[in-house]
Nanobody, 120 residues
């Protein structure tokens, strides 16, 4: 059974930092696509950052400079570091993974989500 398990979220004061982790079991991140999405109340789920099957990373344009994604293939773990947190970062953060297909990354597997709350 394939599982993605995110670390516990947190409630953080604006301006602070937070690192989320997502560990996979039953699935290897090596050669796979991995990403973080988030969903704030009343909004659509949006992509935050991803590392593709060639280990090339990318961050949503509006979040560059504050968000960093990294991956340890040996540990089957992907990380999301968030600096200078803003109240607008409050959301449920989801880890996802899947194979790279002819049409791009396919998000077959999802974690349960972890709540990040930023207070001012």
């Amino acid at each position: 059974q394939i599982q993605l398990v995110e670390s516990a979220g947190d409630s953080v004061q604006a301006g602070g930092s937070l690192t989320l982790s997502c560990a996979a079991s039953g699935y290897s991140f090596r050669g796979a696509c991995t990403a973080w999405f988030r969903q704030a109340p009343g909004t659509e789920r949006e992509a935050v950052a991803m590392i593709d099957s060639a280990d090339i990373s990318g961050v949503r344009t509006s979040l560059r400079g504050r968000f960093t994604i990294s991956r340890d293939n040996a540990k089957n773990t992907v990380y999301l570091q968030i600096n200078r947190l803003e109240p607008e970062d409050t959301a449920i953060y989801y880890c996802t993974a899947g194979p790279h297909s002819n049409t791009g990354c396919r998000w077959d597997y999802w974690g349960q989500g972890t709540q990040v709350t930023v207070y001012s």
